[in-house]
C-alpha cells in the first residue's frame, strides 16, 4: 500500500527531534506540506531547513503548547502559509520528575499537564475548527503506554496521557459525522531523546527491564511511530475514527 498526502498539509508538534521529526520526515517524504512546531527554536528551525534543502515544503513555528495564545497563532501561520490543514500530529510532551504522589510537586504538576494534557487540547481546539470549517481532516494525538496503565513515581505523567485518550474519544465523537476523524497512539518503548534523558535521570535500569518484557524483544523505532501516524492520518484509514492504537511490540499483551 502507498500513503500519498500530496497536495495536503501536515502539521506536527514536538518536531524538533524524536518521534516528531520522524514523523514531519515521514509526512514530507509522502508529498505533504509539513509545519514544524516546537518550543526549541533553534532545532525546529534546522529540522525544518533540512526538510527543505530536499525538496520538500516546510515551515518551521517556535510553539510552547501548553501556551494557548502560541498554538492559536501556530495553527493560524499554517493555514497563512499553505492555505489549509489536513493532518495534525499533536506529538509534544515531556516526563515528569519521578516521586512518590505524596512527594510530588504541584510545580511540576502544572508543568506536564500544561503540555501533555492541555497541550492537546489546545491544539486539537484551534486544528478542529480550521478541520470544521473545511469539512475535513484527520488528528492523531500522542498518548502512551501510560494511558493504558499505571507507573509508579510516575503517576503525573500516566494521568495526563489517561487524558489525552479521553479527549481522543470525545472529540471524535463530535466529529465524526462531519469529515473528521480523530484518533491516538500509544508509543512503546521507543528510543528517543526522551529515552536518552531517562537514562541520564537514572532509569536506565528501568527501561532495561521493560525492554526484556517486550514480546518481540527489542526497542522500537521512531519511524514506526511514524508510520502509524501517517496510515491512521489517510484515507487508508477512513473508517477508523476514536482509537487507542498500541505500537509497542507486543508489551500491553502482557
Known amino acids: 500500500m502507498i500513503i500519498s498526502f500530496e497536495g495536503q498539509v501536515a502539521l506536527v508538534t514536538g518536531a524538533a527531534s524524536g518521534l516528531g521529526l520522524a514523523t514531519a520526515r515521514a509526512f514530507a517524504a509522502s ?15 534546522e529540522a525544518a531547513a533540512a ?3 530536499q525538496g520538500h515544503k516546510t515551515l518551521a513555528i517556535h510553539c510552547d503548547v501548553s501556551d494557548d495564545a502560541q498554538v492559536e497563532a501556530m495553527v493560524a501561520q499554517t493555514v497563512a502559509h499553505f492555505g489549509r490543514l489536513d493532518a ?12 512518590e504522589t505524596a512527594d510530588t510537586t504541584h510545580e511540576d504538576y502544572d508543568r506536564v499537564m500544561g503540555i501533555n494534557l492541555r497541550g492537546v487540547w489546545s491544539c ?5 475548527r480550521q478541520m470544521r470549517t473545511q469539512g475535513h481532516g484527520a488528528i492523531v494525538n500522542c498518548s502512551s503506554l501510560g494511558g493504558l496503565v499505571g507507573g509508579a513515581e510516575r503517576g503525573i505523567y500516566h494521568a495526563a496521557k489517561h487524558g489525552v485518550l479521553g479527549f481522543t474519544k470525545s472529540a471524535a465523537l463530535e466529529y465524526a459525522a462531519r ?3 480523530v484518533n491516538a497512539i500509544c508509543p512503546g518503548l521507543i528510543w528517543t531523546p526522551m529515552a536518552d534523558q531517562m537514562v541520564a535521570g ?7 527491564a521493560m525492554e526484556q518484557s517486550v514480546p518481540m524483544g527489542r526497542v ?5 511511530i511514524a508510520n502509524t501516524v501517517l ?18 511490540g507486543g508489551f500491553i499483551m502482557r
Not at 32 to 39: E, G, I, M, T
Not at 202 to 208: I, R, T, V, W
Not at 231 to 248: F, K, M, P, R
Open 51 to 53: 526538510l527543505a534543502a
Open 202 to 208: 537514572g532509569q536506565g535500569d528501568a527501561l532495561k
Open 88 to 99: 495534525a500530529y499533536n506529538n509534544a510532551g515531556v516526563q515528569n520528575v519521578l516521586a
Open 31 to 45: 508529498g505533504a506540506a509539513v509545519a514544524l512546531a516546537d518550543q526549541n527554536a533553534n532545532a525546529v528551525q
Open 179 to 181: 469529515g473528521i476523524r
Open 231 to 248: 496510515w491512521l492520518c489517510s484515507e487508508a484509514a477512513s473508517y477508523v475514527t476514536g482509537q487507542s492504537i498500541s505500537v509497542d
Open 124 to 128: 486539537m481546539k484551534f486544528e478542529l
Open 220 to 224: 522500537g523505532r521512531p519511524e514506526e
